[in-house]
């Protein structure tokens, strides 16, 4: 089992490190209010993980799960960051341009939100993963490795070693990992992709209208391979949310 840190309490952050501890993973978990606007979440979890800041979690996780906001990064405190060097780091994020603000690059299509990145933080290893589904699937799509309705999820990077060990994670959170390709190969589970959150849908017009209320259904592996090998790449320029 390995150590995770974990940046990031929202629904993403804390629904990871619900599945890591029942996966016997050691969960160091921050955001940026500090240690003490996480109890609620150490109490249900009955102690079994631990609240820090966000260098704290930077240091302790062998991976790091980086669940915040594209627009955040800039916050990230320089003893994180050094922390991060070397270390493989799955980004859960996308970029919303309602939230992030405009950021050429990205809209002109010069590169992937994973490469932008990884252009941040230029001494970690970012894989990309969690991002195409929506967080209260993830608990609800959560399966053991032997299960027969076992959905994929989407993994890419540009480092081999650290997109095993992200795989591996992935496979111990309940989900079969699906390789996607280089982080330049990761638009095909960006958002408006043929590969984003509406495939985890149970009703897709239910998700359309409400998607909180749509409980799910399971994605094969071998659909979601074939999902992304179609995805056309989104036109990042004219998305308005």
């Known amino acids: 089992m390995a150590r995770l840190g974990i940046i990031g309490s929202g629904a ?39 609240a820090g800041d966000v260098a704290e979690a930077a240091r302790f996780g062998e991976i790091v799960v980086l669940a915040v906001p594209l627009s955040a990064y ?76 076992r959905s994929g999820l989407a993994v890419a990077g540009d480092d081999a070693d650290a997109l095993h060990a992200v795989s591996e994670l992935v496979g111990t959170l309940g989900f079969e990992p699906v390789d996607a390709g280089s982080l330049a190969e990761s638009w095909r589970f960006e958002p408006e992709s043929g590969a984003y959150t509406n495939v985890y849908a149970a009703d897709p017009d239910l998700f359309a209208r409400d998607y909180l209320a749509d409980k799910g259904t399971p994605l094969p592996p071998d659909r979601l391979r074939d999902l992304l090998t179609a995805s056309l790449r989104p036109d990042v320029a004219g998305r308005t949310f």
Not at 12 to 33: F, K, W
Not at 85 to 100: F, H, I, M, Q
């Open 12 to 50: 993403i952050g804390a629904g990871i490190a619900r599945l890591a501890v029942a996966a016997g993973h050691e969960v160091t978990i921050a955001n940026s209010r500090g240690p003490e606007s996480l109890t609620g979440l150490v109490d249900e979890l009955d102690g079994r993980v631990r």
């Open 74 to 149: 800039d916050a990230l405190p320089v003893d994180a960051l050094d922390a991060l060097d070397g270390k493989a780091v799955l980004s859960t994020g996308n970029y919303y341009p309602s939230r992030d603000g405009r950021i050429e690059d990205l809209d002109s299509g010069a590169v992937t939100t994973a490469e932008h990145e990884q252009s941040l933080l230029p001494g970690a290893v970012i894989v990309k993963a969690f991002n195409n589904i929506v967080a209260h699937h993830i608990p609800l799509l959560a399966r053991p490795a032997e299960a027969p309705d």
